[in-house]
Nanobody
């Protein structure tokens, strides 16, 4: 059974940093990604990474500020978020799938429960 568990969310001031982690179990995952959903908005793509970790893809809104990485030995992916803005406030979800790069959430097969990130101004 595939399980994804996110951690690392919290409250931070604008300009600050947070690091999210996602621990995956129950399978081997080619593509992994992060999405987010703000109140009243649709879930949106944030970043994706391929199996090797050398292929990464970002939404324009987070490019340069966020960095996705993975550790296949531990089956984890991280999202380092720097220079956070109030508009980054959302529930962040990790997901796994078989297509890279994939910005469509329908391309992902399994999802975590989400972790809240709140950026105060």
């Amino acid at each position: 059974q595939v399980q994804l568990v996110e951690s690392g969310g919290g409250l931070v001031q604008a300009g600050g940093s947070l690091r999210l982690s996602c621990a995956a179990s129950g399978g081997t995952f080619y593509a992994m990604g992060w999405f987010r959903q703000a109140p009243g908005k649709e879930r949106e793509f944030v970043a994706a990474i391929d199996w090797s970790g050398s292929g990464t893809y970002y939404a324009d809104s987070v490019k340069v500020r966020f960095t996705i990485s993975r550790d296949n030995a531990k089956n984890t992916i991280d999202l380092q978020m720097n220079s956070l803005k109030p508009e980054d406030t959302a529930v962040y979800y990790c997901a796994v799938g078989s297509t890279y790069p994939a910005i469509d959430d329908r391309r992902y097969d399994y999802w975590g429960q989400g972790t809240q990130v709140t950026v105060s101004s």
